[in-house]
């Protein structure tokens, strides 16, 4: 049996204390470069998906592993992990935070972000808990999920990344007189991030009150989200999500932890029984290709290549 405990690191939810500013001039980075992506060689089968803990790696790790034989990058979106929602309790309001890490990042998204979208590569920001009682899922208006929604839209512009998602875990929901998780919150913050960013992707991490909380007053966010994949290592879970089979990862895998035969079979089993997503967590600096190439051969038929 596979065990439903995740492994998952969060460092990156103990977030340091400063505050990142999202003032939208002065010194950030912009998605401009001068220079076209150049578009990656065809690769047949699932999107894989790689979460990267930038408290301790570089983004930089997954444009090092292609297809032997020139069949193209192993991973289809890399996951920045992770910005946090934290709580200002002065003003009673959620605010969106960047650790030292995370903002190293982003302001050196010449290096870290843009290399991998000019391989083709989507690279996108989660967003965690942070033990401050705010979370996605217990915004008090409509008004108050929107403005959590802009901020969100608007680094995803500032810093040229392609998309958000949303991991609701740890928020500690009722810590500092904040409210218990409601039905509206998840999709009104949902909704209005669409709006704002309709060609981004917005991908579901499913996992706490917000997962569970997708409809409301008639309407459904499901359809909304580009991805959603199972948050436990080592195991096959499908996504309670209306979405098709495309869009979901029922296969979840720790690099370096689910071992290399419970990774091809969750591969082939993606494979079998037609999804079209595969997700992995915590892609170091080391060389682990022999990792990658447990399930590459069963996505795509071929052995993963590391290049330093």
Request: net charge neutral; glycine share 10%; aromatic share 10%.
């Given at each position: 049996?596979?065990?439903?405990?995740?492994?998952?690191?969060?460092?990156?939810?103990?977030?340091?204390?400063?505050?990142?500013?999202?003032?939208f001039g002065g010194t950030a980075a912009t998605a401009a470069t001068g220079t076209a992506a150049a578009p990656?060689?065809?690769?047949?089968?699932?999107?894989?998906?790689?979460?990267?803990?930038?408290?301790?790696?570089?983004?930089?790790?997954?444009?090092k592993y292609t297809l032997a034989g020139g069949g193209g990058n192993v991973f289809d979106v890399a996951v920045?992990?992770?910005?946090?929602?934290?709580?200002?309790?002065?003003?009673?309001?959620?605010?969106?935070?960047?650790?030292?890490?995370?903002?190293?990042?982003?302001?050196?998204?010449?290096?870290?972000?843009?290399?991998?979208?000019?391989?083709?590569?989507?690279?996108?920001?989660?967003?965690?808990?942070?033990?401050?009682?705010?979370?996605?899922?217990?915004?008090?208006?409509?008004?108050?999920?929107?403005?959590?929604?802009?901020?969100?839209?608007?680094?995803?512009?500032?810093?040229?990344?392609?998309?958000?998602?949303?991991?609701?875990?740890?928020?500690?929901?009722?810590?500092?007189?904040?409210?218990?998780?409601?039905?509206?919150?998840?999709?009104?913050?949902?909704?209005?991030?669409?709006?704002?960013?309709?060609?981004?992707?917005?991908?579901?991490?499913?996992?706490?009150?917000?997962?569970?909380?997708?409809?409301?007053?008639?309407?459904?966010?499901?359809?909304?989200?580009?991805?959603?994949?199972?948050?436990?290592?080592?195991?096959?879970?499908?996504?309670?999500?209306?979405?098709?089979?495309?869009?979901?990862?029922?296969?979840?895998?720790?690099?370096?932890?689910?071992?290399?035969?419970?990774?091809?079979?969750?591969?082939?089993?993606?494979?079998?029984?037609?999804?079209?997503?595969?997700?992995?967590?915590?892609?170091?600096?080391?060389?682990?290709?022999?990792?990658?190439?447990?399930?590459?051969?069963?996505?795509?038929?071929?052995?993963?290549?590391?290049?330093?």
């Amino acid at each position: 049996m596979f065990s439903l405990v995740r492994s998952r690191v969060r460092t990156a939810a103990f977030a340091l204390t400063a505050v990142a500013a999202l003032a939208f001039g002065g010194t950030a980075a912009t998605a401009a470069t001068g220079t076209a992506a150049a578009p990656a060689p065809a690769k047949q089968g699932p999107t894989s998906v790689a979460y990267v803990e930038v408290n301790n790696n570089s983004m930089r790790n997954v444009g090092k592993y292609t297809l032997a034989g020139g069949g193209g990058n192993v991973f289809d979106v890399a996951v920045v992990f992770a910005a946090n929602i934290n709580y200002d309790t002065g003003k009673k309001a959620a605010y969106l935070h960047f650790n030292e890490n995370v903002q190293r990042v982003l302001d050196n998204a010449a290096t870290e972000i843009r290399p991998l979208q000019q391989k083709g590569i989507k690279v996108v920001l989660s967003v965690l808990g942070n033990h401050e009682g705010a979370g996605f899922a217990n915004f008090p208006s409509q008004q108050a999920a929107s403005a959590f929604a802009k901020s969100l839209s608007d680094t995803v512009a500032k810093y040229g990344l392609d998309g958000i998602d949303f991991d609701d875990e740890y928020a500690d929901y009722g810590n500092n007189g904040t409210g218990q998780p409601n039905d509206s919150s998840f999709v009104h913050l949902v909704t209005a991030l669409r709006a704002n960013m309709p060609n981004k992707i917005i991908s579901l991490y499913n996992i706490g009150p917000a997962a569970s909380r997708l409809s409301y007053g008639g309407v459904d966010i499901s359809s909304k989200f580009d991805y959603a994949w199972n948050p436990y290592y080592g195991s096959w879970q499908v996504p309670g999500v209306a979405l098709p089979k495309s869009k979901l990862s029922p296969a979840a895998v720790e690099i370096g932890r689910t071992s290399q035969s419970t990774a091809a079979s969750l591969a082939r089993r993606t494979v079998s029984e037609g999804y079209g997503v595969y997700l992995t967590y915590n892609l170091d600096g080391a060389n682990r290709s022999a990792d990658v190439s447990a399930f590459t051969r069963e996505l795509y038929g071929s052995d993963a290549v590391y290049t330093p």
